[in-house]
């Protein structure tokens, strides 16, 4: 059982190129969630979705656009890379409830390092 | 909207010694109450929740949080470590409404010394 898997796991970036990061779940979750982790910030929502088709924005989602074509994959872009995104991000997933997180265990993959020079 | 403070940005113990990592949250509502583990260069995982009843809950390997309504607090507590525990612990609130969202803490680095 793979969970949740994060591609890739590390990638350095120039300031003003793009990317995606790619989320993919096996658990059949309708609820993921991108965050980003910097030190001594906690983690913080960048984007999330309640299935498929459907996404909204979290604490901090400029910079950041999402899509979700099926149940399994949350991939998140970044159209302008800055400075100020790098940082180690998370997907989530979880089963959720209708309308929010609900009490059940989120999943969290591996994390990907990204460095914006 | 709530919000969780961790009152301990580095907890440095000596292996065998006991910890306790303090959580504050602040909501208006009832709320779902969780501590995640985060070992070096990994995801977060699960530790322990509270979700209705007994307001002291249990992990496997030894941790239990005490749900404290009237202090709004969720402490993370072990008897005795280990240096295996050295890991970052964010506490993690969500409430009990339609539309939550589940808001981290800044987290807290144990350091278990031998």
């Known amino acids: 059982n793979a969970g949740v898997t994060q591609t890739p796991k590390f990638r350095i970036l120039k300031i003003g190129q793009s990317m995606t990061l790619q989320c993919t779940q096996d658990?059949?979750?309708?609820?993921m969630y991108w965050y980003r982790q910097d030190p001594g910030m906690g983690l913080k929502l960048i984007y999330y979705?309640?299935?498929?088709?459907?996404?909204d924005k979290g604490e901090v989602p400029n910079g950041y656009n999402v899509s979700r074509s099926t149940t399994e994959d949350f991939p998140l872009r970044l159209e302008l890379a800055a400075p100020s995104q790098t940082s180690v991000y998370f997907c989530?997933?979880?089963?959720?409830?209708?309308?929010?997180?609900?009490?059940?265990?989120?999943?969290f993959g591996q994390g990907t390092r990204l460095t914006v020079v | 909207a709530q919000s969780v403070t961790q009152l301990d940005s580095q907890v440095p113990v000596f292996e065998e010694a006991p910890v306790e990592l303090r959580c504050n949250y602040s909501?208006?509502?009832?709320?779902?109450l969780f501590w995640y583990v985060q070992y070096p260069n990994q995801g977060l995982q699960l530790l322990l929740k509270?979700?209705?009843?007994?307001?002291l809950v249990e992990s496997i390997n030894g941790f239990e949080a005490e749900f404290n309504k009237s202090q709004t607090s969720f402490h993370l507590r072990k008897p005795s470590v280990h240096i295996s525990d050295t890991a970052e612990y964010f506490c993690?609130?969500?409430?009990?409404?339609?539309?939550?969202?589940?808001?981290f803490g800044e987290g807290t680095q144990l350091t278990v010394n031998p």
């Open positions: 989530a997933s979880n089963e959720g409830w209708t309308g929010g997180w609900g009490n059940t265990e989120a999943f």
């Open positions: 658990m059949n979750h309708n609820y």
């Open positions: 509270y979700l209705s009843g007994s307001t």
């Open positions: 909501s208006s509502v009832s709320v779902y």
């Open positions: 993690a609130v969500s409430e009990m409404t339609s539309g939550s969202r589940l808001t």
């Open positions: 979705s309640v299935g498929a088709g459907i996404t």
